[in-house]
């Protein structure tokens, strides 16, 4: 790994393309998702209000049959899913707000009837009210994020590194977002707080990932224009901005695989191993964190070493 050297900028175009082959299917789900539940992603209980009801059977008891209950009482749609606690079984419900005691009842006796004695573990009920303020600080803090980051990666190095930071940073969001679109239009899957905090933490982990390579292009970019000898041809050239973009991506190279390659095998074990109720989010992290590693090392530095080059031949224009 250490000898691996890609000539990241000659060929932008493939990881552009590549980009924008997953973030366009993305885009057409959220604007699905968009016309038929009126929000660029299914919402969950979180913002649309619902109950949580945890029942642990006598008996096991297939998800299938569940739903198929839930529908029968009139609560089509719902949420089913697997949960272990102290090594039972126990199936968690997510459904449309419960209003009054006798649907409860009406909803426990048919499962009883058709699937056996249960106990009670649990009844929540999520205020609709909750949904507007989670989503309002959720996208607050969304755009404060952006414009300190702004801020600072301009202070510490220069606009145009900030703005292609910003770039890769929205292109890993709607990455996330775009997948999680379309597993909602597929398999129902739903977005709660917990899908905000995941990408909150994406963005920061990207972040980290493009300054590390964006600071090693600023130690090195002292060398544009300095002499250098083609190792294939042997003839003299005189490096230009692109090369020392590839120089520094590659010097990183190693260490953004492998810091990358730890945090998705962790997640990936507790994707597989860990409880159902955080596994939408460790899975939202797991997309999050592999297009924010692929973004940091193809897309931002490409942009940089596109944005200078522009700069550079209107410069030359204008002489």
């Known amino acids: ?83 272990y606690i102290s090594d039972a079984e126990v199936i968690v419900m997510r459904t449309k707000a419960i209003e009054d005691e006798a649907q409860k009842r009406k909803l426990d006796e048919t499962l009883q009837a058709k699937l056996g004695t249960f106990k009670v573990l649990s009844v929540d009920k999520v205020s609709a009210t909750v949904g507007p303020e989670l989503l309002t600080s959720g996208l607050v803090a969304l755009f404060l994020t952006f414009a300190m980051m702004v801020a600072y990666i301009s202070y510490r190095f220069k606009l145009d590194y900030a703005v292609c930071t910003i770039i890769a940073l929205a292109h890993d969001v709607l990455i996330l977002c775009g997948v999680f679109a379309i597993l909602g239009l597929v398999v129902g899957m739903e977005v709660d707080s917990l899908f905000i905090s995941a990408i909150l933490t994406v963005i920061g982990f990207s972040v980290h990932d493009t300054i590390v390579v964006f600071d090693r292009i600023r130690e090195n970019a002292k060398h544009v224009g300095s002499k250098a000898t083609d190792p294939k041809t042997g003839l003299e050239y005189r490096k230009t901005f692109g090369d020392i973009a590839n120089e520094s991506v590659n010097q990183t190279l190693a260490r953004s695989i492998y810091t990358s390659l730890t945090v998705v095998i962790t997640l990936t074990s507790l994707y597989l191993l860990g409880g159902v109720t955080t596994r939408d989010f460790v899975l939202a992290m797991l997309i999050g964190i592999i297009s924010g590693t692929y973004s940091s090392i193809f897309n931002a530095s490409c942009l940089l070493a596109w944005w200078r080059e522009y700069k550079s031949n209107l410069r030359l224009k204008a002489a």
């Not at 016309?35 to 660029?40: E, I, S, W």
């Not at 642990?56 to 209950?69: A, E, N, P, W």
């Open 1 to 83: 790994m250490n000898n691996l050297k890609i000539d990241i900028v000659k060929y932008r175009r493939i990881w552009i393309g590549i980009s924008l082959a997953i973030t366009i299917p993305g885009l057409i789900g959220i604007i699905a998702c968009l016309l038929t539940f009126h929000a660029p992603l299914k919402p969950g209980i979180d913002f649309t209000g619902g109950s949580i009801l945890q029942y642990q059977f006598d008996k096991k008891v297939g998800l299938d049959d569940v739903r198929q209950v839930l529908s029968e009482v009139g609560f089509e749609g719902s949420q089913v899913q697997q949960a």
